[in-house]
């Protein structure tokens, strides 16, 4: 059975061992026959680390960013990690260790994680249609615009050639888009939906009226599927976002402050502040609001990312305990959405060049067009955040790492150049 398989079946535990064999360190043996990355055994010297030092409190004396914190992990063990810069620029407060920062985008991992974890207790299947969970979506529409006799622009909105389903939302290829970049008319028809308070419930019945962009698993196109996985996942549990991911993954890793409201005067005290141009309006984890959202709404800390990056290095296990099935693992961290899969990527393709796209991860599947390739090794898994929470897990390497800023204009000069220095502190 290959991971694409796994979506059309509800194997017990037992059934997926002898899957996960095949294919969960796949990513691993293909490497050997890329030259991308450190060979297998390489070292990575502490010594040739250090430049990360001088980049980043380069990055604080020039203005661009506020501070930052990052972590190394490699065979288990810290071999890098420091707080730079300050958590609050206009109060003067340091940088600490537990810092608390909104990891946006970088919550889509854990919702995932969660919608997985559900799976393999047999509570949803990849192949379901969504509208099981929430029944409003049995009629949704695709938006296609088109000119008029006039030449002006309509939008006819045409059956779906087939139901959307779970793994549709795992992939970003929903039709489920954001409003809030790029043209058109299907997203003009988003301009309403975050008026006012509401719920995961209430938000999927105001997506659930908005038309898709386009046809299901024809397009990566990057939106609130998540945040409708998110709903999914309290139909199918019982419980809310928060509490299902508490009580089954959160809590049992040791992630005590990951969650989506921050409501205690000292946490709050902690979170990291954005320079002065960074701040603009809009929800988070400091406003005392109903939307647990599974797309973008949580905060972490970089303590609850080294139990989390590990859980992820480990293959979905920690301390003994299993979060994640082999199968499901490694049907997490397969590219699904690759050469033959019918899927297009466009402009606001995010994974980026050399990395196609498993459940909630993008996955390193070749080196890419650039000429030297970007570093990395095949099959790490990523993801990232709009204020620059950006978290690698590099199997072949047995390492991970994790950057956390609040930075939203600084953030991307900080990740690339990050990501070469722990590169190039390979020795061959």
């Not at 029944?135 to 529409?141: D, I």
């Amino acid at each position: 059975m290959s991971p694409r398989d796994f979506k059309s079946s509800r194997p017990s535990a037992a059934r997926f061992a002898a899957i996960a064999a095949a294919v969960c360190f796949a990513s691993a043996i293909s490497a050997a026959a890329v030259e991308l990355g450190p060979p297998p055994g390489a070292v990575l010297s502490r010594e040739k680390l250090s430049p990360i030092d001088d980049f980043i409190n380069g990055e604080i004396a020039s203005g661009k960013i506020p501070g930052a914190i990052v972590l190394i992990q490699r065979h288990g063990q810290p071999v890098y990690f420091k707080c730079f810069g300050k958590r609050d620029v206009e109060k003067a407060t340091p940088m600490t260790a537990d810092t608390i920062f909104p990891i946006h985008s970088v919550t889509k991992t854990i919702t995932s994680v969660a919608a997985m974890m559900l799976v393999d207790q047999g509570k949803i299947a990849l192949d379901d249609p969504v509208s099981k969970y929430i029944p409003s979506f049995a009629g949704m529409k695709v938006g296609v615009e088109r000119k008029d006799d006039s030449g002006r622009a309509v939008l006819d909105q045409v059956p779906l050639r087939r139901p959307l389903n779970i793994e549709d939302l795992l992939l970003h290829t929903s039709g489920i888009t954001y409003g809030f970049y790029g043209e058109g008319l299907v997203k003009a028809t988003y301009g309403g939906i975050y008026l006012g308070d509401f719920d995961n419930a209430e938000f999927a019945e105001r997506l659930a009226k908005v038309p898709l962009a386009e046809q299901p698993r024809t397009l990566w196109d990057y939106g609130h599927s998540i945040d409708v996985l998110g709903r999914v996942i309290e139909v199918a549990s019982g419980q809310s976002l928060y509490q299902f991911e508490k009580t089954q993954l959160l809590d049992p890793l040791g992630m005590t402050t990951t969650k989506f409201f921050l409501t205690d005067p000292a946490e709050r005290a902690r979170y990291a502040q954005p320079l002065a141009r960074d701040r603009h309006v809009e929800r988070n984890s400091l406003d005392i609001t109903r939307w647990e959202s599974g797309g973008g709404g949580m905060v972490s800390t970089a303590a609850d990312f080294a139990r989390y990056g590990q859980m992820l290095l480990n293959g979905g296990t920690l301390d003994g305990k299993t979060y994640l099935t082999p199968a499901a693992f490694a049907a997490m961290t397969t590219d699904h959405i690759g050469p033959g899969s019918g899927v297009a990527r466009n402009f606001f393709y995010y994974p980026g060049d050399g990395f196609g796209f498993g459940y909630g991860f993008g996955i390193r599947t070749d080196p890419g067009n650039a000429v030297p390739p970007p570093p990395g090794s095949l099959g790490e898994i990523k993801w990232d955040g709009a204020t620059g929470v950006y978290l690698v897990v590099d199997r072949a390497q047995d390492m991970f790492f994790v950057v956390m800023e609040n930075s939203p204009s600084g953030r991307m000069h900080v990740q690339v150049t990050l990501k070469k220095i722990i590169y190039d502190a390979f020795e061959k």
